[in-house]
């Protein structure tokens, strides 16, 4: 005769859950959620540091143009005086202002002959490059300008 077989014994046998078991579960989340929050915290700071770069390069831009602007104004002073004669030579400036500290333009000029009709007409080819700096950071602009006489 074959033994009998009692259902209860093939049910697997649960243990009731103890306070010591999870103590393991719950230090694994913290270490998962501190991990996610530096992950988040890093790249947030990641963002605002290359917004501000941004920002810098921006206004840093807005002084070099000005600077360039500044050099080209200057030398139309010098190409058409109120009085004397008219230079077309090479200008360098270095800023001083509180605007422009720590800016500089370098303006170059061209006189060209042209012929029209039968009157020759000078053309001046001004450029203007404005050069700023603040710490490591470094802008220039660089303007062009044609006038006739």
Do not use: W
């Not at 009731?16 to 694994?28: F, Y």
């Not at 992950?39 to 070099?64: D, F, K, M, P």
């Not at 370098?106 to 039968?118: D, F, R, T």
């Not at 700023?132 to 602009?141: G, K, L, P």
């Amino acid at each position: 005769m074959y033994p009998k077989s009692h259902p209860e014994s093939r049910q697997p046998t649960y243990y009731p859950a103890t306070a010591s078991k999870q103590r393991g579960s719950a230090l694994v989340i913290a270490v998962f959620i501190i991990v996610v929050m530096l992950a988040v915290i890093l790249s947030l700071s990641r963002l605002l540091l290359s917004s501000s770069e941004s920002l810098v390069y921006e206004v840093q831009g807005s002084r070099a143009f000005f600077a360039a602007q500044s050099g080209l104004e200057l030398a139309l002073t010098r190409v058409f005086p109120l009085t004397g004669a008219a230079s077309c030579s090479a200008l360098s400036l270095n800023f001083s202002d509180d605007g422009l500290r720590g800016c500089r333009a370098e303006v170059n000029c061209q006189a060209l002959s042209l012929p029209a009709g039968n009157v020759a007409t000078v053309l001046y080819q001004l450029s203007s490059t404005g050069i700023c700096q603040a710490d490591n950071f470094i802008t220039s602009r660089e303007l062009v300008l044609e006038v006739r006489q």
